[in-house]
T-cell receptor
């Protein structure tokens, strides 16, 4: 079956670094996305990994290991505005379209 | 208007009411999706439309009825809902062909639905 696991909640301090892990089991893997969702708003794209390794974009980085079915999102120099839910989603070919299979999302609270 | 828009943003309805949610995408995408988002649960894919044709129905109860008149508009018609249907309903769109990031979806802000 298809399964995505990530912690449901995390807390971190402003200025610190936090790592949000995601493990997955899927067939037809076509890449892994991280989305950010502030309360009451649309999920917005953060990163995409399809090959193993680290993708860095400013304060945010995302890592993928396909052999381990594992990804993480790394947030550096945390700011209060980073308080949001972070959604891990695997893209898998569904026969007619690519489908996104989501984890529960990790609600990150950044404290002063 | 840009991106994906949804109306209304908030909706309160009784179990005997009939209402509709609307989604519009201004991105020229060919696929559109309805999701249900409940607290501490993964996004649940409800329906998928590709070039106006329904390609997926994830065993959604018949009290939810989708409609896709063209590639830019998607509706979700609601009738005789239950309190457990209260959730955030998200619409998304994607361009499946020729995308550098296969499966990438663009989301609307959602409709917060409360069934009383």
């Amino acid at each position: 079956g298809q399964n995505i696991d990530q912690p449901t909640e995390m807390t971190a301090t402003e200025g610190a670094i936090v790592q949000i892990n995601c493990t997955y089991q899927t067939s037809g893997f076509n890449g892994l996305f991280w989305y950010q969702q502030h309360a009451g708003e649309a999920p917005t794209f953060l990163s995409y990994n399809v090959l193993d390794g680290l993708e860095e974009k400013g304060r945010f980085s995302s890592f993928l290991s396909r052999s381990k079915g594992y990804s993480y999102l790394l947030l550096k120099e945390l700011q209060m505005k980073d308080s949001a839910s972070y959604l891990c989603a695997v893209s898998a070919w569904g026969g007619a379209t690519n489908k996104l299979i989501f984890g529960t999302g990790t609600l990150l609270a950044v404290q002063p | 208007e840009t991106g994906v828009t949804q109306t209304p943003r908030h909706l309160v309805m009784g179990m005997t009411n009939k209402k509709s949610l609307k989604c519009e995408q201004h991105l020229g995408h060919n696929a559109m999706y309805w999701y249900k988002q409940s607290a501490k649960k993964p996004l649940e894919l409800m329906f998928v439309y590709n070039f106006k044709e329904q390609t997926e129905n994830n065993s959604v109860p018949s009290r939810f009825s989708p409609e896709c008149p063209n590639s830019s508009h998607l509706f979700l018609h609601l009738h005789t809902l239950q309190p457990e249907d209260s959730a955030l309903y998200l619409c998304a769109s994607s361009q499946d062909r020729g995308s550098g990031r296969p499966g990438e979806q663009y989301f609307g802000p959602g409709t917060r639905l409360t069934v009383t």
